[in-house]
């Protein structure tokens, strides 16, 4: 094989891996404004979403997700610590946990999250 053909050959392999989706982009950030409580159906903040605030998400109360979502990814951008439950009731006998306010990001929860709990001041 000359030089010549061996560049050629290495410059139409590079470019079928470019096409072909191996080379990745960054994920943009997810959008979740400060003051709210989002949450996306896929993992990685994709897919269906719901946002709450605390005008929509009385503290200390149980709020399932609307339209039966499931969230995989969500973000705590309230001001306050907010409790994530597998159990559309909030119930403690199925999995769940707190993450604290004020930007927390989690891309991929640990469990599936029906439910939130906002604590208060």
Do not use: H
Request: charged share 15%.
């Amino acid at each position: 094989m000359t030089t010549k053909s061996l560049l050629t050959a290495v410059t139409i392999t590079a470019a079928a891996l470019i096409s072909s989706g191996t080379a990745t982009a960054q994920q943009p950030a997810p959008t979740c404004d400060r003051g709210e409580f989002c949450a996306w159906s896929g993992p990685n903040y994709t897919g269906k979403s719901q946002r709450l605030d605390l005008e929509s998400a009385n503290p200390n109360e149980c709020i399932p997700f609307q339209d039966d979502l499931v969230a995989r990814s969500f973000v705590n951008n309230l001001t306050r610590d907010a409790s994530v439950y597998q159990s559309p009731t909030c119930s403690t006998e199925a999995e769940f946990t707190t993450y604290p306010g004020r930007g927390t990001y989690v891309p991929d929860a640990p469990f599936v999250v029906r439910a939130i709990q906002v604590w208060g001041s």
